[in-house]
């Protein structure tokens, strides 16, 4: 369910609510930076766009620009206002975000500079085809991230979570194959890492963009619920009547 932020946040102040409403336009502009850089990356590794590629790596410095632009803002209004609870834990949890933004930055750049590395002429289709599939379904699941974010929305927080479970898998999964690939043929240990490596970033933006859920969580009802299941979340949830 999503909630207006108006509901959950207690605006002590005229300051703060300009401070959050900047605050969040920044983190929403971070993440649509590190959005159009992950789709970019999927993009310049499975068609080998060596140009994309170097795109991407030259324009990682803006993702991290608004990183620091935003903690700076954050502790500047940590030190002058000395928000109530509630306020404080709406600073908190757009400071965690926008880590995790970062981290989404570094990861497509990575998967940017591993497309330098992969020989295009020896890679096969079926060697693409698990990043293919993760890259897609990590790449929704950003988008879904952000706009739970954006909306303070419960419900499709809680849906992220559970699809970084199936990105888990199928990242599993599509490392299995991939160790079946070299051991049928040892020449292409090296290509089929590199390939493997990819995938293994795009798990990871997976992971960032349920960390960037269970913010959403921790400022709309109040509870630190990484590390817990599923189930516990539901019931957290449920108890909070959101």
Known sequence: MAVEPEDVIQHSSSEFARFLKNVRGHALEMGGLAEQHVESAIQAFLEGD????????????????????????????????????????????????????????????????????????????RHLRAVKHIGRHVLAMLHKALDAFARLDTDLALEVLKEDLEVDEEYEAGMRQMITFMMEDPHTIRLVLEVLWCAKALERIGDHAANICEHVLYQVIGKDLRHVSIEQVERELADAQI
């Open 50 to 125: 060596q140009k994309l590629a170097k795109k991407i790596s030259r324009a990682d410095f803006k993702v991290n620009a608004l990183e620091v632009k935003i903690d700076e803002e954050c502790s500047e209004f940590l030190a002058l206002q000395h928000p109530v609870a509630m306020d404080l834990r709406t600073v908190i949890a757009v400071i965690k975000a926008t880590t995790d933004l970062e981290r989404v930055g570094d990861e497509a750049e990575k998967i940017a500079r591993l497309t330098a590395n992969l020989d295009y002429q020896a890679v096969r289709k």
